[in-house]
């Protein structure tokens, strides 16, 4: 029989709107290259690395093979160096509304809590919104090698806290991320449009609606 021993967060998104400074960091330079770039075309860039996002930048504006590595690794690093200026204003009042009760009913139930981030700048979000002693493990991007939709980030997260995949929920707004821990064999919670969390097992539009008495309920509920 399963049980529910661990949720598994993604950060950008799902604990702070973060997702939208990555967006408008990577606007900003697509646009500087003459590549346009809207909200639709950003979905596909949720939960996947900062290269990784960038290729695909250039390969929409049919740049791709117009900068040696030397200078995509320039433009990566101007982006990011845009996005923590962005970041620089978080406060705990950013935290994503009823994330903080949220976790606070998970430690009250003692079930645990990992974060499972695909970015480098996890560690120093965690810390401004003042949530780091909520999470019995933090898995950022510089410890994995593969990149969600790989489920290894959920994975290592699952086996630093000593939890049984099955017995894992991971909450996500990304459709890579959904993919990452569908594959990790951990029931998907999407925070997002039907459309773009089509294949998270339980859907909610905004992270306020999270309660730990439904996602229980929908998660033993499930095959
Ligand atoms: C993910 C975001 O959490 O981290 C992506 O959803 C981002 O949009 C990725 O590109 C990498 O982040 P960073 O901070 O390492 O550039
Ligand atoms: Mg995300």
């Given at each position: 029989?399963?049980?529910?021993?661990?949720?598994?967060f993604?950060?950008?998104?799902?604990?702070t709107?973060?997702?939208?400074?990555?967006?408008?960091?990577?606007?900003?330079?697509?646009?500087?290259?003459g590549?346009?770039?809207?909200?639709?075309?950003?979905?596909?860039?949720?939960?996947?690395?900062?290269?990784?996002s960038l290729?695909?930048?250039?390969?929409?504006?049919?740049?791709?093979?117009?900068?040696?590595?030397?200078?995509?690794?320039?433009l990566a690093?101007?982006?990011?160096?845009?996005?923590?200026?962005?970041?620089?204003?978080i406060?705990?009042n950013?935290?994503?509304?009823?994330?903080?009760?949220?976790?606070?009913?998970?430690?009250?139930?003692?079930?645990?809590?990992?974060?499972a981030?695909?970015?480098?700048?996890?560690?120093?979000v965690?810390?401004?919104?003042?949530?780091?002693n909520?999470?019995?493990?933090?898995?950022?991007?510089?410890t994995?090698k593969?990149?969600?939709?790989?489920?290894?980030?959920f994975?290592?997260?699952?086996?630093?806290?000593?939890?049984a995949?099955?017995?894992?929920?991971g909450?996500?707004?990304?459709?890579?991320?959904?993919e990452?821990?569908?594959?990790a064999?951990?029931?998907?919670?999407?925070?997002?449009?039907?459309?773009a969390?089509?294949?998270?097992?339980?859907?909610?539009?905004s992270t306020?609606?999270?309660?730990?008495?439904k996602?229980k309920?929908k998660?033993l509920?499930?095959?």
């Amino acid at each position: 029989m399963k049980e529910l021993h661990a949720v598994i967060f993604d950060l950008d998104g799902v604990i702070t709107d973060t997702a939208e400074y990555h967006y408008l960091a990577w606007k900003a330079l697509a646009e500087e290259l003459g590549i346009s770039f809207d909200r639709e075309f950003n979905e596909q860039l949720k939960g996947i690395s900062r290269m990784e996002s960038l290729e695909k930048i250039l390969i929409k504006g049919g740049k791709e093979n117009e900068f040696t590595y030397e200078e995509k690794e320039k433009l990566a690093t101007q982006k990011n160096e845009h996005y923590k200026t962005l970041i620089k204003r978080i406060t705990p009042n950013d935290l994503l509304p009823g994330i903080e009760a949220f976790l606070q009913e998970i430690k009250a139930a003692n079930i645990k809590i990992g974060l499972a981030s695909a970015s480098k700048n996890a560690f120093s979000v965690i810390e401004s919104l003042q949530v780091g002693n909520y999470f019995d493990t933090i898995v950022d991007a510089a410890t994995v090698k593969n990149s969600k939709p790989d489920p290894e980030v959920f994975l290592k997260a699952a086996d630093q806290l000593n939890v049984a995949y099955e017995n894992c929920v991971g909450v996500e707004d990304a459709e890579a991320g959904v993919e990452a821990i569908k594959r990790a064999g951990m029931f998907a919670v999407g925070v997002g449009t039907k459309e773009a969390m089509a294949k998270a097992d339980y859907i909610v539009n905004s992270t306020g609606e999270l309660t730990l008495a439904k996602v229980k309920e929908k998660f033993l509920a499930a095959k």
